[in-house]
């Protein structure tokens, strides 16, 4: 009996404080939900046809910290992305009471690209009962006029979370925005927002920062409650987000799972694994990804994320999710991650990379497929 009380207050939070009729992330079963992550699978030949399609992806949320392998693909329309996206396409046409922006280095549907805006990929949306930021890795997604799953993006792993936020946030994502200077496609900001939260000025005048200080550490609440810790850099930073500004401000090292292709015929763009003695906290890039499901390589996957890792002892448990690589090119662009500290994500989290690069041994390339 208790325990079914507690249930149903855990369930509730969300309806409870972001109310009826405003936007939330929303679960596998259409419900709201505080916050979800999905990681989609590579294409790999495999006897499963679902994990051929490259359109596989598996799923937690905040009522269930475990991976769920629901079986359904990215293009379908009954699942967490779509009906998230969903409340979207239903009111976009509603321009008095909903902002909305959807960014992405790649415009959907488009040959259009930024080499130079932020390497960032997201959609937020909000009424004035609350919203969600959803951030991901998929190229060319999603589209501004109805859903669809890109088949360009079939080919690699991705990942994104979606966190539901209650109205009093949308200036914090706004300023944080102001930095990363992200590719828009599509935005709508009401008059009346921008009263609330005049940093939402910057978005409807299409304006970046250009001055310094060139990096900001937001903390956010989600509508559940939940303390999550947004990084962002502007491409003025000029360095790496993950060496040089995320894991100093944790006080920790970092595993980080990122794409590490070759870029202009040659892997030299990739800034590898990190040690610079006397700094104390290294970065490893991700070799060998492991899920309960399929394994594969980081290079199979095009997904953004870390993990706190320590040389010795065990680790805050951090972890962060986003949309910036570690590349030489990036450390001039704007970009940025969310993190958070949670005893139950992160040892899900840090059971996925199974291998990384020592510092100085890096012979990244292709035959790691095989490997
Ligand atoms: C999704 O893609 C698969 C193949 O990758 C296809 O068989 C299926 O019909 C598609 N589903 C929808 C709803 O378009
Ligand atoms: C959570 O997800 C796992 C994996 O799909 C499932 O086995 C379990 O029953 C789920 N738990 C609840 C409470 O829904
Ligand atoms: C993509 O572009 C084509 C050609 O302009 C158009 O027919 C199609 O509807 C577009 N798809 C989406 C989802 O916007
Ligand atoms: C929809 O997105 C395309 C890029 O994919 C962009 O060119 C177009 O202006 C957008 N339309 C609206 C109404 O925002
Ligand atoms: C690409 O590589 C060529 C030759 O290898 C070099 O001359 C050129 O500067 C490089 N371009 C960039 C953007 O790094
Ligand atoms: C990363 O490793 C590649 C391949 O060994 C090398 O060409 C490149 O110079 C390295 N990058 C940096 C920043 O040292
Ligand atoms: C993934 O690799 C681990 C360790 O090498 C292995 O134990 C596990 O069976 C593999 N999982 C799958 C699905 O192949």
Redesign the pocket.
């Known amino acids: 009996m208790i325990a079914a009380i507690v249930m149903i207050l855990f369930l509730g939070t969300v309806s409870l404080v972001n109310g009826n009729g405003a936007y939330t992330c929303r679960d596998m079963n259409d419900n709201p939900v505080d916050w979800f992550i999905f990681y989609k699978y590579p294409r790999m030949f495999d006897e499963r046809d679902f994990i051929n399609s490259g359109k596989e992806f598996i799923y937690m949320d905040a009522n269930?910290i475990?991976?769920?392998?629901p079986k359904i693909l990215m293009n379908d329309t009954n699942h967490a992305v779509y009906y998230t996206l969903k409340q979207y396409y239903d009111n976009k046409d509603n321009t008095q009471d909903n902002f909305y922006i959807l960014y992405n280095d790649e415009f959907p549907n488009s040959t259009i690209w930024s080499p130079i805006s932020g390497h960032q990929k997201g959609v937020s949306l909000f009424n004035a009962g609350g919203g969600y930021w959803l951030i991901h890795s998929i190229p060319k997604f999603p589209s501004n006029s109805s859903y669809e799953f890109p088949s360009n993006a079939v080919y690699y792993g991705q990942m994104g979370i979606c966190i539901s936020f209650p109205y009093e946030t949308l200036g914090k994502i706004a300023t944080q925005l102001f930095y990363t200077y992200p590719f828009v496609y599509t935005k709508n900001v009401p008059q009346r927002m921008i009263s609330d939260f005049g940093s939402l000025q910057n978005i409807a005048d299409g304006i970046h920062k250009t001055t310094s200080p060139y990096t900001r550490m937001q903390s956010f609440i989600s509508a559940g409650g939940k303390q999550f810790m947004h990084f962002a850099k502007s491409g003025l930073f000029g360095k790496d987000l993950y060496y040089d500004f995320v894991a100093p401000t944790l006080a920790t090292g970092l595993l980080v799972q990122s794409w590490m292709h070759k870029s202009n015929g040659s892997y030299a763009n990739n800034l590898n694994s990190t040690c610079r003695p006397p700094d104390p906290y290294n970065v490893y890039d991700a070799h060998k990804i492991q899920t309960p499901f399929l394994n594969f390589t980081s290079y199979d996957d095009h997904s953004k994320y870390a993990i706190a890792h320590v040389e010795s002892g065990l680790p805050y448990p951090y972890l962060c999710i986003g949309d910036i690589n570690r590349q030489i090119t990036q450390t001039k662009r704007g970009g940025g991650t969310m993190c958070f500290l949670d005893g139950s994500v992160f040892p899900v989290f840090s059971q996925l990379i199974e291998t990384f690069y020592p510092c100085k041994s890096f012979k990244y390339n292709h035959y790691d497929i095989k490997n």
């Open positions: 269930n475990s991976w769920q392998y």
